[in-house]
């Protein structure tokens, strides 16, 4: 992982404020990234659902349905 070491060279090059920083930064651009993911699976099991592939029930309901 060449670009990584690069980039975390490039970092102790910072100021402790810059560095701080961007960590802030990075962390909000990971926290939004994770948040389309789970959009995204949202929308796709929506889907599912609508489409029939999926159905609702209780925690014993799949448990059955998964001994099957």
Do not use: H
């Not at 402790?16 to 699976?41: A, G, N, P, W």
């Amino acid at each position: 992982e060449p670009i990584v070491e690069e980039i975390l060279e490039e970092d102790e090059k910072l100021s402790f404020e810059d560095q701080v920083v961007l960590s802030e930064i990075l962390r909000k651009r990971l926290i939004e990234e994770k948040r389309k993911m789970l959009v995204q699976t949202v929308y796709e099991g929506l889907s599912e659902y609508k489409s029939g592939k999926t159905g609702k029930g209780s925690v014993a309901d799949f448990l059955k349905d998964i001994e099957d």
